[in-house]
């Protein structure tokens, strides 16, 4: 290859050619990154400043790989920090190793889950252990479903199934539809569903907000009301969301009651359970997620609480023909087989990365066992985190905890209560600033709230210990003021 102005280390030579210079690159580059994560704890959760890198001008002439590799130590010094056992913000943590590796080996093949030709390996794999998340989730032998990049598209894809199914809209749409179809979800579920029926051609509005109790699940009853009052006004209920793991407060709504009032009505019943699914996984905690094994399709996100790279997400389907008789449309560009499916006919995606891999990976390196173990701790976790909210008065829980997500806020008596807002702004911008330990600070129910996360497996109680010291005496410093 006779490209003067192309770096030696471009491409990786298909007969070994340049072997040793991408081997001395690639040993630089995991160096440096395994230097980095291996002090994670030394560094803020958050960057204290972005170091400015050349993000704008592509060079005429390629820079020198020193000078690439003083880049990348820029950018990883400028990234969140999710490694930081005091990282307890948001639902991110450290992926396993085995899925970082999963990356690295799926982009070097660059398989394309678009086929089976592009990706023959992969394109049974993924069905095969999909089926087993099935298993878990007890969805039956006819059940299975797709990879996709993140939980928002699972969400569409199983909106636009249940949408094609029961209006028959895989060919002729909905455009000739008298009556508007309809979505009932609680209102503090995820967004996604919104943005899924605004994408599907129903509008945020087709989606129906059903009130919650004060523990941010849906109330089955005001359902029931939100139903009539939708046939009432002309419009066609057709799918009910529930959610497993809200967002703010890691809720689980009522699900075997849900299910009841979707078959009552015919409804399509879909469970987003993008980050509380994981806790199938954990004999000592499944049974919060009952009446699950009714669903008609459910969103998980394994990027979340099993650790997995990102992107990772599923949709499963309890019946998988209803996906392909729903969804799929044949790609005279592909090869067709009679025992296997392309992938990118049946999915929202295309083109889509082998996430599979490290799926795969993480769930042979770990197993089941393991991950239980790593669900446990968080609750072991959460149940002290709750005990020293208690014996606080200044502090209180927005709801009773489900999951490792503790949702609460300083509710000082000294103060009135249009100062709570600054008070636990100030907190988080003092937790972080002073003591290197990151809460997120959500707007729940029209007031700040603090978040917090605990996911990270090397989250203790040692930490939790430090940040309730520094509550104590921001509380007490505070009131001096």
Known sequence: MNHPHLPSTAFIHPTGQNHTEIEALIHQVVTQLLDHLSHAGDRPPLPTSIHPIDLVAIPDHPISESQLLEQLDAILSSSMNAANPKYIGHMDSMPTTVSMLGDLIASALNNNMLSIEMSPLFSQLEPLLLRQFADVFGLGDAAGGVMVSGGTLANLQAIAVARNLTFQARENGIVNLTQQPVILASQVAHTSIQKAAMLLGLGTSAVILVPTNQNSQLSVDALEEKIAQAKASNQIPFCIVATAGTTTTGNIDPIPDIHRVAKAHGLWLHVDAAYGGAIAFSPNHRNRLAGIEHANSITFNPQKWLYVAKTCAVVLFKTFSDLTSAFQVQAPYMKQTDDLINLGEISVQGTRHADVLKLWL?????????????????YRLTQFVVEEIQKRPFLTLASAPE??????????????????DDWNTALQNELLQVHNIFLSLPLYRGDRWLRMVLLNPYTDLSHLAELFQAIDVFFDAYEIR
Do not use: E
């Open 403 to 420: 999951m490792n997500i503790v949702c609460f806020r300083g509710t000082p008596a000294h103060l009135h209560s249009d100062g709570w």
């Open 362 to 378: 993480s769930l042979q390196h770990l197993g089941q066992r393991s991950y239980a173990q790593l669900i446990d701790k968080s």
